[in-house]
C-alpha cells in the first residue's frame, strides 16, 4: 500500500468520524443528517479529499488550559491513544499535572508536547511486567516476612524513569508540571512541581505496600492515587481555566479481574479514588473540563501490560471521535462537563454537570 492511499484512508477515516459526529449532533436537535449521506453518495475522489489536518479547538477552551493525567499501571497505555489524537489539534497544555502512572507520561509530554504523542508511543509497547513489577508475587512475599513493607522492588521502575524523563529537574520542562504524592504520614496531598523529577515520579506512583515509600524532602511520599488519582482539583488550584481529562479508565474496572493480591490492593485504591473524582468534578460548575473518553470496561489488570496496543487504539478511536463532534461547536465551552466520566453509574451527583 503506497503512503498517498494511506493518507487517503486515514482521511477517510477522520471525514467519517466527523461526519457521525455531526449526526449525532442532528439527532439531538432533530435535524436531518448530511455530510455522512454525503460521504456515502461522493464520488471516491471526492470521499477522499483531504480534511484539515489539525482540529482548531483552541478557540472553545480559555486559557490557562491544564491536561490533567490519572493512575492506572498499565492502563496508563490508554493514555498513549488519547495523546496520539490529541496531536491532531491545537490543545497544547499551559499546565500539565499527572499522578502515578499519568505523572510519567505527563512528564514526557510537559518534556516536549510536539514530539510527546511519538515519544509515548517509542516507551508503551517496550513495557514489559518485569519492567514495572519485578520478580514473582510468592518470592516477594516471602521477603515481606524479613519485615520488608513493600511486595516489589522499584528499582527497575526507577531504571525505566530514569531512561525515559525529558530532563533531570522539574524546572527543566518546556510546561509547568505538577506530580501529585501523598504524605504517608500526615495523609496530605503533596504536589511536586520543582527538584528531581525522577524520584518525583516514584514517589506519584509508589503504591503503599506495593512499592517502597519515597524519602523527599524529610517526608514519606507514596502514590498519589490516595488523595487524588485524576487531580483536577489541583489543575484548579494553579489557575487553569480549562481542563482536559486523560482519565486511564480505571473507574470503569470490573472488581472481579482483581484476582491477585496487587490487584486487590489497586481496586481497594480505585474505590476510594472515586469519592475524590466526584467531589473535584463539581468544579466544572465554574469552569469546562472535557473528559475524554476510556475504554468503557477494562478486563485485564493492572499487571498485565499484554494488551498496550489495543488499549491504546481503542482509546485512540474514542478520542478522535469526541474531539471531532466538538469541532463542530462554534461557540467557546461555558463551565460544565463535556464528556462522560465512567463512574456516572454509580454517582448520580455527575450527571446534572454533564453539557455535551
Given at each position: 500500500m503506497?503512503?498517498?492511499h494511506?493518507?487517503?484512508r486515514?482521511?477517510?477515516r477522520?471525514?467519517?468520524?466527523?461526519?457521525?459526529?455531526?449526526?449525532r449532533?442532528a439527532?439531538?436537535?432533530?435535524e436531518?443528517p448530511s455530510l455522512?449521506?454525503?460521504?456515502?453518495?461522493a464520488a471516491?475522489s471526492?470521499a477522499?479529499?483531504?480534511?484539515?489536518?489539525?482540529?482548531?479547538l483552541a478557540r472553545?477552551?480559555p486559557?490557562?488550559l491544564?491536561w490533567v493525567?490519572?493512575?492506572g499501571g498499565?492502563y496508563?497505555?490508554?493514555q498513549?491513544?488519547m495523546v496520539r489524537?490529541l496531536?491532531?489539534t491545537?490543545?497544547?497544555?499551559?499546565?500539565v499535572v499527572?499522578t502515578s502512572v499519568?505523572?510519567?507520561?505527563?512528564?514526557?509530554?510537559a518534556g516536549?508536547?510536539?514530539?510527546g504523542?511519538?515519544?509515548?508511543?517509542?516507551?508503551?509497547p517496550q513495557?514489559e511486567?518485569r519492567?514495572?513489577?519485578?520478580?514473582?508475587?510468592?518470592?516477594n512475599?516471602?521477603?515481606?516476612r524479613q519485615?520488608?513493607?513493600?511486595l516489589?522492588?522499584?528499582?527497575?521502575?526507577s531504571?525505566?524513569?530514569?531512561?525515559q524523563?525529558?530532563?533531570?529537574?522539574i524546572?527543566d520542562?518546556?510546561?509547568?508540571?505538577v506530580a501529585?504524592a501523598?504524605d504517608?504520614?500526615?495523609g496530605?496531598r503533596v504536589e511536586?512541581?520543582s527538584g528531581?523529577?525522577?524520584?518525583?515520579?516514584?514517589a506519584?506512583?509508589?503504591i503503599?505496600?506495593i512499592?517502597?515509600w519515597v524519602?523527599?524532602?524529610?517526608?514519606?511520599?507514596?502514590?498519589?492515587?490516595?488523595?487524588a488519582?485524576?487531580p483536577i482539583?489541583?489543575?484548579a488550584?494553579r489557575?487553569?481555566r480549562s481542563?482536559?481529562?486523560?482519565?486511564?479508565?480505571t473507574f470503569?474496572?470490573?472488581g472481579?479481574?482483581a484476582?491477585?493480591?496487587?490487584?486487590?490492593?489497586?481496586?481497594?485504591?480505585?474505590?476510594a479514588?472515586r469519592?475524590?473524582?466526584v467531589?473535584d468534578?463539581?468544579i466544572a460548575?465554574?469552569?469546562p473540563?472535557?473528559y475524554?473518553p476510556?475504554p468503557s470496561?477494562?478486563?485485564?489488570t493492572i499487571?498485565?501490560?499484554?494488551?498496550?496496543?489495543?488499549?491504546?487504539?481503542e482509546?485512540y478511536?474514542?478520542?478522535?471521535?469526541?474531539?471531532?463532534?466538538?469541532?463542530l461547536?462554534?461557540e467557546?465551552?461555558?463551565p460544565?462537563l463535556y464528556?462522560v466520566?465512567p463512574?456516572k453509574?454509580d454517582?448520580?451527583?455527575?450527571?446534572?454537570l454533564i453539557?455535551?
Amino acid at each position: 500500500m503506497s503512503r498517498q492511499h494511506e493518507h487517503d484512508r486515514t482521511h477517510r477515516r477522520m471525514l467519517r468520524r466527523r461526519a457521525k459526529a455531526e449526526q449525532r449532533t442532528a439527532s439531538l436537535h432533530g435535524e436531518a443528517p448530511s455530510l455522512l449521506d454525503e460521504l456515502d453518495a461522493a464520488a471516491p475522489s471526492e470521499a477522499l479529499a483531504p480534511v484539515a489536518d489539525i482540529l482548531d479547538l483552541a478557540r472553545l477552551l480559555p486559557r490557562p488550559l491544564a491536561w490533567v493525567l490519572g493512575g492506572g499501571g498499565s492502563y496508563g497505555a490508554v493514555q498513549m491513544g488519547m495523546v496520539r489524537a490529541l496531536a491532531g489539534t491545537d490543545l497544547a497544555p499551559d499546565l500539565v499535572v499527572g499522578t502515578s502512572v499519568g505523572s510519567l507520561n505527563g512528564a514526557v509530554i510537559a518534556g516536549d508536547p510536539a514530539r510527546g504523542p511519538e515519544k509515548l508511543a517509542e516507551l508503551w509497547p517496550q513495557i514489559e511486567r518485569r519492567d514495572v513489577f519485578p520478580g514473582t508475587i510468592w518470592a516477594n512475599a516471602i521477603a515481606l516476612r524479613q519485615n520488608r513493607t513493600y511486595l516489589f522492588d522499584s528499582g527497575p521502575l526507577s531504571d525505566l524513569i530514569t531512561a525515559q524523563i525529558p530532563a533531570r529537574r522539574i524546572e527543566d520542562l518546556a510546561v509547568p508540571f505538577v506530580a501529585v504524592a501523598t504524605d504517608l504520614d500526615t495523609g496530605q496531598r503533596v504536589e511536586i512541581d520543582s527538584g528531581e523529577l525522577r524520584s518525583a515520579l516514584l514517589a506519584s506512583a509508589a503504591i503503599p505496600g506495593i512499592y517502597p515509600w519515597v524519602e523527599r524532602d524529610g517526608r514519606r511520599l507514596v502514590d498519589g492515587g490516595l488523595v487524588a488519582n485524576v487531580p483536577i482539583g489541583v489543575a484548579a488550584d494553579r489557575g487553569a481555566r480549562s481542563i482536559l481529562v486523560l482519565d486511564c479508565g480505571t473507574f470503569g474496572v470490573q472488581g472481579r479481574w482483581a484476582e491477585s493480591l496487587v490487584a486487590v490492593v489497586y481496586q481497594a485504591l480505585i474505590i476510594a479514588a472515586r469519592q475524590q473524582v466526584v467531589r473535584d468534578l463539581q468544579i466544572a460548575r465554574e469552569l469546562p473540563i472535557v473528559y475524554l473518553p476510556a475504554p468503557s470496561t477494562l478486563t485485564t489488570t493492572i499487571l498485565d501490560f499484554g494488551h498496550t496496543q489495543a488499549l491504546a487504539a481503542e482509546a485512540y478511536d474514542e478520542a478522535v471521535t469526541m474531539l471531532a463532534a466538538l469541532h463542530l461547536v462554534d461557540e467557546p465551552l461555558a463551565p460544565g462537563l463535556y464528556g462522560v466520566p465512567p463512574l456516572k453509574e454509580d454517582h448520580p451527583e455527575v450527571a446534572p454537570l454533564i453539557r455535551w
